[in-house]
């Protein structure tokens, strides 16, 4: 468990550090592709839960945010197809795909009780770093109108789904 522990820690760093590596102020198509980026990371974890847990509560979860952040991404792609722009991939969101390929591998070698609680801690953790990402770098960048709305309109959600999964993680204690 010290070394899931690790790692998760491992993996909210790489996190934070890609998002403070990036530019100083990264430009909307750097921020469309790093925030597209990071659903689709929450949307294959949220796959995977469902393919491996019967607890009841990490399912519903899971179902959420499988169907919250395909939602915001279908957003995101509809928003950036009338501005024509076209998202920009950067150090930042190959970061993001790295450190989440090794954290789904590591999941995926965990089944119950332990696969539940290791990736509810890591929704937590990685909410809390998307909710920061949101609130410090990516709103206050963004230029364009629009693109700053949707990113707040997914930070209230994003919000949400941190106090879901800390109720979750709560609960399998």
């Not at 820690?9 to 592709?33: E, N, R």
């Not at 509809?78 to 390929?101: F, W």
């Not at 998307?130 to 707040?152: D, F, R």
Request: hydrophobic share 45%; glycine share 6%; charged share 25%.
């Amino acid at each position: 468990m010290k070394t899931l522990s690790a790692a998760l820690g491992a993996a909210c760093l790489v996190f934070a550090a890609s998002l403070a590596g990036a530019a100083d102020k990264p430009t909307d198509p750097q921020i469309a592709h790093i925030a597209y980026s990071a659903g689709v990371i929450d949307v294959e974890a949220a796959k995977l839960a469902l393919t491996k847990t019967q607890n009841p509560d990490v399912k519903a979860f899971a179902e959420s945010m499988q169907k919250d952040h395909e939602a915001v991404n279908d957003a995101a792609l509809a928003l950036v197809k009338k501005l024509g722009v076209t998202p920009e991939d950067n150090e930042t969101s190959q970061s993001l795909a790295k450190a989440a390929e090794a954290k789904r591998a590591e999941l995926g070698k965990l089944d119950g009780a332990a696969f539940d609680k290791a990736y509810i801690d890591n929704e937590v953790a990685y909410h809390q770093q998307v909710n920061g990402a949101l609130e410090t770098l990516l709103i206050p960048s963004a230029e364009n109108g629009e693109l700053k709305s949707l990113l707040e309109t997914g930070l209230k959600l994003f919000q949400g789904h941190q106090q879901h999964a800390e109720h979750v993680a709560a609960g399998l204690k």
